[in-house]
């Protein structure tokens, strides 16, 4: 294993008993040496117990409570960049990674200076088949990402389940903006990243898993009343997306979201769907009660420096 001390590896955990070994046993069998460090967002199950028996060598932060995705990796972020790392590679929970998959990522992004952020392929759990969203972020790209070895492309987006960024990114983009709590902050993080003319890499010469440890939850409750809520939720993250862009214009944005919001209001309250219009009712209501907080963290994101950090 070659050592060094400039590549930290930063883990969120919430009740990862059923994939944090795999994790993190990746991770320590890496062929390039790195500083662990896991942040635990209020786990009820096993899982800091297995971190502190099975991997002392990690450095173990405990919430008191969820803080959100985004902000507990802004923590991990800000110890590791106090302790000069040169490279932060954020690695989902339900997410392992290839022995030389950071050696690779690390090389790719030497050799790329405006690479704010270089992800590798994201594989199903069997290693042969492209993870099924990630199918999507490198399009039609797919099959010569499978056949060709160090091919290197430019996307649009690739989720936060496993992201190699150099320290310069952080010093320009700053961290996750923790108006988001869950889903959001990766979309919001790659807007500001290119905002400041910084490119989104995927390599072929990298690999890694993402099981999606909640991919099928959905599938097993009753569809109507959970795809409702879901839609909601992720609706009104899409609208703070969008008015967080920096490349449009908040006030256009912010008028047709209002218009938008009334309108599936009125939808949902014609065709007696209740639940859904209660949703979007305290939705609605939400995005006006955060506007001025949106376009404040909005302004911030103009400016080069740490950010949220």
């Not at 040496?33 to 060598?57: A, H, L, M, R, Y």
């Not at 859904?276 to 939400?286: I, L, N």
């Amino acid at each position: 294993m070659k050592d060094t001390k400039k590549l930290w590896v930063v883990v969120v955990t919430f009740n990862s008993e059923k994939f944090i070994r795999q994790c993190l046993d990746s991770v320590f069998k890496s062929r390039i040496g790195c500083q662990v460090i896991v942040i635990d967002n209020n786990s009820t199950d096993s899982t800091n117990k297995i971190i502190e028996q099975e991997f002392p060598n990690a450095i173990s932060i405990k919430n008191r409570n969820n803080i959100g995705f985004g902000s507990a990796n802004n923590t991990g972020i800000r110890i590791a960049l106090e302790h000069n790392a040169e490279y932060i590679f954020l690695l989902n929970q339900d997410a392992w990674v290839d022995a030389d998959c950071f050696d690779k990522l690390i090389s790719v992004s030497e050799k790329n200076p405006d690479a704010g952020i270089v992800s590798p392929l994201h594989f199903k759990q069997n290693w042969e088949e492209l993870e099924s969203l990630f199918k999507r972020y490198v399009s039609g790209e797919s099959e010569s990402l499978l056949t060709t070895n160090n091919k290197n492309i430019k996307v649009e987006f690739v989720n936060a389940a496993g992201w190699l960024i150099p320290r310069r990114t952080f010093e320009i983009v700053g961290g996750f903006d923790p108006i988001f709590f869950m889903y959001g902050e990766d979309v919001d993080f790659i807007n500001r990243m290119f905002y400041h003319n910084m490119d989104l890499i995927v390599t072929s010469s990298a690999r890694m898993v993402h099981a999606r440890i909640n991919s099928d939850a959905a599938k097993t409750k009753q569809f109507g009343e959970v795809n409702s809520k879901r839609q909601i939720k992720q609706y009104s993250v899409q609208v703070i997306c969008h008015l967080k862009n920096l490349e449009k214009d908040f006030r256009s944005e912010m008028m047709f979201f209002v218009f938008d919001y009334m309108k599936k209001i009125i939808r949902t309250f014609l065709t007696f769907r209740w639940r859904a219009f209660g949703r979007y009712f305290v939705s609605y209501f939400t995005y006006l009660y955060k506007i001025n907080r949106i376009r404040k963290h909005r302004n911030l994101s103009k400016h080069s420096g740490r950010t949220f950090l």
